[in-house]
């Protein structure tokens, strides 16, 4: 069974940085490219970054370019993100997904309120 399980979110002030972890479990992690989808309420999913399964090939929506950065740990089957520099308009569930794009089998999500 494929398994993602987000965690790392919370309440942050606008400047601040947080970190979110996925446990990845139930496929070959380190075969597969993963990605970050985000969704603010009331609005439609939000794909922001994704990593080739080597972890060197990465990619940045605008909206992060230069503030979060991805990375992953094949070794432990868990993908990460670094957020740098938080924005109010950063405020969303953060959900990790299979694949290369945000169609791919999500996690449940952690939520990152980004309020002062």
């Known amino acids: 069974e494929v398994q993602l399980v987000e965690s790392g979110g919370g309440l942050v002030q606008p400047g601040g940085s947080l970190r979110l972890s996925c446990a990845a479990s139930?496929?070959?992690?380190?075969?597969?490219?993963m990605s970050w989808v985000r969704q603010a309420p009331g609005e439609g999913a939000e794909w922001i970054s994704a990593?080739?399964?080597?972890?060197?090939?990465?990619y940045y929506d605008d909206s992060v370019k230069g503030r979060f950065a991805i990375s992953r740990d094949n070794a432990k089957n868990t993908l990460y993100l670094q957020m740098n520099s938080l924005k109010p308009s950063d405020t969303a569930v953060y959900y990790c997904?299979?694949?290369?794009?945000?169609?791919?089998?999500r996690g449940q999500g952690t939520q990152v309120i980004v309020s002062g």
């Open positions: 139930g496929f070959s992690f380190g075969s597969s490219d």
């Open positions: 990593i080739a399964s080597g972890g060197v090939v990465a």
């Open positions: 997904a299979r694949g290369w794009g945000p169609f791919g089998y």
